[in-house]
């Protein structure tokens, strides 16, 4: 089956820095790649995706790129703010059921 | 307003007892899943359903058991034979097979001690 690995486990930066975190999964059939926000004590909400014929693509702040040849993908968030302190999850399916990162906890200070 | 209700959000239980967990959603989902979180180790699959009357284990469904009736809820019962059942529950739902998009629309959790 899948596996996915995410890393870092932890982030601390700065608000105005910018996060990065990267995740890889090991099925090259895997052609959806969501990222997903959970703030505490709530559920995880979809924040950005991306499918496996696009290599990038932008909301905002917030960008994910995919290297299919690599099979790892990335999320990019840039001028960090307290608000964007939350548990990140990236997730690879090649249907309905995604398989999940361990989640990364992210914090930003004011 | 359209959504996922999980019920209780808090739960407490004696070692020994079965306690169910309520998700009920007003999206119109055909597919819905139950996700076990515990700290550092990720959202674990433990049973979904892609139709009413239908659900597949996942990869931890060992002292869970579900039921899908109704198109709007999905019950899950953690029973006695779970031997770590502390733990945060999420539900969720797609839109299923037939229009997949992928995105998974999670309910707010319910979190169970096991005392």
């Known amino acids: 089956g899948e596996n996915v690995e995410q890393h870092p486990s932890t982030l601390s930066v700065q608000e105005g820095d910018s996060a990065v975190i990267k995740c890889t999964y090991s099925d090259s059939a895997s052609n959806y790649f969501p990222w997903y926000k959970q703030e505490l004590g709530k559920g995880p909400q979809l924040i950005i995706d991306i499918r496996s014929n696009v290599g990038e693509k932008k909301d905002q702040r917030i960008a994910v790129t995919l290297n299919k040849t690599a099979k790892h993908f990335s999320l990019h968030i840039t001028e960090t703010q307290p608000e964007d302190s939350a548990v990140y999850f990236c997730?690879?399916?090649?249907?309905?059921?995604?398989?999940f990162g361990r989640g990364t906890s992210l914090i930003v200070h004011p | 307003d359209g959504g996922i209700t999980q019920s209780p959000k808090y739960l407490f239980r004696k070692e020994g007892q079965n306690v169910t967990l309520s998700c009920e959603q007003n999206?119109?989902?055909?597919?819905m899943y139950w996700y076990r979180q515990d700290p550092g180790q990720g959202l674990r699959l433990i049973y979904y359903?892609?139709?009413?009357?239908?659900?597949q284990k996942g990869d931890i469904a060992e002292g869970y058991s579900v039921s899908r009736e109704k198109k709007e809820s999905f019950p899950l019962t953690v029973t006695s034979a779970q031997k770590n059942p502390t733990a945060f529950y999420l539900c969720a739902t797609s839109t299923g097979l037939r229009r997949n998009t992928g995105e998974l629309f999670f309910g707010e959790g319910s979190r169970l001690t096991v005392l």
């Open positions: 999206l119109n989902h055909d597919a």
């Open positions: 359903s892609q139709i009413v009357n239908d659900f």
């Open positions: 997730a690879a399916s090649r249907g309905y059921i995604p398989t």
